[in-house]
C-alpha cells in the first residue's frame, strides 16, 4: 500500500538554529512529493515539492528539501530557523502511475524557540 | 483568483441533522478533492472528482457521507445524520490537469457535532 511516514510528532528547535523534518514514502511508481505547511485555524499551504530534475528543491520562506531516491526520504529544511517557522507540517506524496491521488503524512508540529 | 472557497467556516450541529459542506474550486482546474482533518486520523482524503465525476470515494468513511459536483465550480459534501464522531474539520483542494502543480486548499471547515 501507498504510504507516507513523518516519524516525529513534534519537532523543537531553537531561534537561527538549522531545523530539519523528516519524511519517508513508500508508493509503486514514481512519486511526486510535497510539503505544506499549516498555521492555526488556517488551510494547508504549499511549500515546495519534487517532480523530476534536481534532487535538492528550494521553496518558500526559505525552505528547502533533498529528495533522495535509495533512502526514499524528502526530509524538509532550513538553514536558520523563525519563531515564525512555528505550524504543522505535511509531507505529501503522489504517484505515477496511481492519478492524482494524494496523501499526507500524519504531520509534523515544530516548534521553535526564541 | 480568490482561492478555494469553502463555506461555512464553522458549522455546529445536534446528532441527527444534516450537514452540508460547500466547496468552489479555483477556476480552471479539473480536479477537486475533499479531506478531513483530525486529531486522530490527522489529514485523510474522502473523495475526488475529476470534471464533475467522482473517481475515487474509497475514503469515504460511511454511507451517511456523499459528495457531489453538479458543475465545474460548485461542490458539496453532506452528512446525513451527523455524528458528534464526524466533529472534525473539512478541507476542500482543486488543482489543475497538470500533474507537475501542487493542489490549492481552502481554509476549511470546522465541523462539531454535538
Known amino acids: 500500500a501507498q504510504s507516507v511516514a513523518q516519524p516525529e510528532d513534534q519537532v523543537n528547535v531553537a531561534e537561527g538554529n538549522p531545523l530539519t523534518v523528516k519524511c519517508t514514502y513508500s508508493?509503486?511508481?514514481?512519486?511526486?512529493l510535497f510539503w505544506y505547511v499549516q498555521y492555526p485555524n488556517r488551510g494547508l499551504q504549499f511549500l515546495l515539492k519534487?517532480?523530476?530534475?534536481?534532487?535538492l528543491v528550494k521553496g518558500s520562506y526559505g525552505f528547502e528539501a533533498e529528495f533522495n531516491k535509495s533512502q526514499t526520504s524528502f526530509h524538509l529544511k532550513k538553514p536558520s530557523a523563525l519563531v515564525s517557522d512555528s505550524a504543522l507540517y505535511f509531507c505529501?506524496?503522489?504517484?505515477?502511475?496511481?492519478?492524482?491521488?494524494?496523501?499526507f503524512g500524519a504531520g509534523t508540529r515544530l516548534f521553535v524557540k526564541a | 483568483d480568490a482561492g478555494v472557497i469553502q463555506s461555512p467556516r464553522h458549522e455546529v450541529t445536534e446528532m441527527g441533522q444534516e450537514v452540508t459542506l460547500r466547496c468552489k474550486p479555483i477556476?480552471?482546474?479539473?480536479?477537486l478533492f475533499w479531506y478531513r482533518q483530525t486529531m486522530m486520523r490527522g489529514l485523510e482524503l474522502l473523495i475526488y472528482?475529476?470534471?464533475?465525476?467522482?473517481?475515487?470515494d474509497s475514503g469515504m468513511p460511511e454511507d451517511r457521507f456523499s459528495a457531489k459536483m453538479p458543475n465545474a465550480s460548485f461542490s458539496t459534501l453532506k452528512i446525513q445524520p451527523s455524528e458528534p464522531r464526524d466533529s472534525a474539520v473539512y478541507f476542500c483542494?482543486?488543482?489543475?490537469?497538470?500533474?507537475?502543480?501542487?493542489?490549492?486548499f481552502g481554509q476549511g471547515t470546522r465541523l462539531t457535532v454535538v
Open positions: 483542494a482543486s488543482r489543475p490537469t497538470d500533474l507537475n502543480t501542487e493542489a490549492f
Open positions: 508508493v509503486s511508481g514514481n512519486p511526486y
Open positions: 519534487y517532480i523530476t530534475g534536481d534532487n
Open positions: 505529501a506524496v503522489r504517484w505515477e502511475p496511481g492519478g492524482f491521488k494524494t496523501i
Open positions: 477556476s480552471g482546474h479539473d480536479y
Open positions: 472528482f475529476n470534471n464533475n465525476v467522482p473517481i475515487d
